[in-house]
């Protein structure tokens, strides 16, 4: 008799980071450990406001609304209007989710899409984007511009994912490319998701704090016209206030999208605890917090970049966000491996496409003690 044969489980890739074992041994070999710049996970911690918040919301033994408080809405809101320059956005089309990555990993499901359906992502992008194609059984194809499409393509494009700041390479997009894509969309019917989740982080020209303008959003009225049609903002704490343990994030836009969303997730269970929800409403209602761990950040960055630049990398981009997006000329692993031979660990690009060849992500997400010590460490190798 023949065994069966089990063709359970999805068809994804295997997931890539565990690829960086070897390297993140090696590095653990460095007499003072390893310095950690793989991945954007935040090391400072979660602000006292936020934790006394979540600790006064403990007491919960009620579900929680999948569409969120109206307290915690009208949070959103208030602070879509104070820090990204969107006035009048309706509570009704704001809902938290559990993180940012789980929305972009289901939202072609949620949207209905549907096979034959194409959904358009970043060149060099964060692979989730990618995995929520699969998940739907839709085509994924990567492009920064709609019009390298041919027409076959473009007429079946249902959902086109922004990532601006972007990850991994800090890019940002101005108004006038929002602007151009909606416009573009909204011909084709396709829905614009904007990933948003560094749009605190901005340096240089972008740098608010020290006299730059802010990163736009795609729900800015200077983007979006009169109308938030086809149009979502997806926005995560994680980064800004030290809470990526708290999975806390939300999407907002479309009046019309919002309420199936809202349904479906009700089905489907995706809620996000009722304590998490009132430490995000207080989160966002404190501007100090955010600005003061952007400092730290801009600290770091300012040691790291002329070390890497010494080291012989070249920085690209790397207008906002966490991440320095840098080639020394040379394959990604050369140079992952280079640096892991001085007790350093970074992303390597080739994470994010065919097109982040020859590239790796550096991290400002580490310690200031440990960025101290890879700048010595580089600083050592000259």
Request: with cysteine; net charge negative.
């Amino acid at each position: 008799m023949t065994a069966a044969v089990n063709t359970f489980g999805l068809d994804l890739p295997d997931y890539p980071w565990e690829a960086m074992a070897p390297y993140l041994a090696k590095a653990s070999e460095h007499p003072g450990g390893a310095v950690n710049l793989s991945i954007g996970t935040p090391v400072d911690p979660t602000p006292a406001l936020i934790q006394d918040a979540l600790k006064a919301a403990a007491d919960a033994p009620g579900y929680p609304t999948v569409h969120g408080t109206p307290a915690l809405r009208e949070a959103i809101a208030g602070w879509f209007e104070r820090r990204r320059g969107v006035a009048g956005l309706d509570p009704r089309n704001i809902m938290p989710t559990v993180g940012s990555k789980e929305l972009v990993a289901w939202l072609p499901l949620l949207l209905g899409l549907k096979q034959g359906d194409v959904v358009v992502r970043p060149r060099v992008a964060y692979p989730t984007y990618d995995i929520g194609a699969t998940l739907a059984g839709v085509t994924s194809v990567a492009t920064d511009n709609l019009d390298e499409l041919d027409d076959a393509t473009r007429s079946r494009v249902r959902l086109i994912w922004v990532n601006s700041p972007g990850n991994p390479t800090g890019s940002v997009r101005s108004v006038e490319s929002l602007k151009a894509l909606a416009g573009q969309a909204r011909e084709l019917g396709a829905v614009v998701a904007s990933d948003e989740c560094y749009a605190e982080l901005g340096w240089g020209d972008w740098d608010v704090q020290r006299g730059g303008q802010p990163v736009p959003s795609i729900l800015d009225p200077r983007v979006a016209g009169g109308s938030h049609q086809g149009l979502l903002a997806v926005y995560s704490l994680s980064k800004q206030s030290n809470v990526a343990g708290y999975r806390a994030a939300f999407v907002a836009g479309d009046p019309d999208l919002m309420p199936n969303l809202v349904n479906s997730r009700k089905h489907a269970g995706m809620i996000v605890p009722y304590p998490v929800q009132e430490a995000m409403r207080v989160a966002l209602g404190d501007d100090a917090h955010v600005e003061a761990q952007k400092d730290l950040y801009r600290g770091r960055r300012e040691r790291l970049v002329p070390a890497l630049l010494d080291f012989g990398l070249e920085i690209k981009e790397s207008d906002a966000g966490l991440y320095l997006w840098s080639t020394a000329g040379e394959s990604t692993w050369d140079t992952v491996a280079r640096l892991a031979e001085r007790g350093i660990v970074v992303g390597p690009g080739v994470f994010y496409g065919e097109a982040g060849n020859g590239y790796v992500r550096v991290a400002l997400t580490g310690s200031d003690e440990r960025i101290d010590a890879a700048v010595a460490r580089l600083a050592s190798a000259l």
